[in-house]
């Protein structure tokens, strides 16, 4: 590859990172400072730092506000893996036709309108970090054999390109939709939901627990 090649995807990669180092700096990263003391919300903290230690991946269901992303920043900080990167993809927010460009990158030349030099994907940046999958559960049927094979195969390939690469990537995904009904529906592949279900997090909503309204209304003041 050309060096002029070589330095575009360093300063493509480098941009990426400053900006997730800035997301994580300013974010709450830990699981003391997820706001909750109900019983309820102490066995969900509790399971989701035993779930941190292994290198399994983990699905976390919970309503639309009800604390994923920090939940899934959280586990990543608690893992072996605390020292890499944390990169998040929300499926919900990017349109179908683009959203394996987002998650596998490309080579330059893949398609009209690729960068100079091509991307990396969101799995080549987390590679030895984490891959935080947001609303899983809008992830196209196409879209999940191929997210499928790399759980299996651990590897990855840009569009447009031949190199195969290896990755070493822990996948959390959240959504706030049923995905055993999906599975029921075919609406979300089975093999996939149990290759992303190794281990669930159910996160409570506030109405399940109430004793908690009065150190979140603490924290806002």
Known sequence: KALGDQISEMESKLSYYQIELQRLQEGRLSFQSIIGESVKMKE??????????????????GESGTGKELFAHAVHRASPR?????????CAAIPRDLLEAELFGYEEGAFTGA???????????ADKGTLFLDEIGDMSLDMQVKLLRVLQEKEIERIGGTKIQKVDVRFIAATHRNLHEMVQRGEFREDLYYRLNVFEIDIPPLRERKEDMIHITEFLI
């Open 44 to 61: 969900v903290k509790m399971m989701a730092l035993k779930v941190s230690k292994s290198r399994s991946t983990v699905l976390i269901r």
């Open 82 to 90: 605390a020292s890499g990167t944390f990169i998040r993809l929300n």
């Open 115 to 125: 960068k100079k030099g091509g991307k990396p994907g969101k799995i080549e940046l």
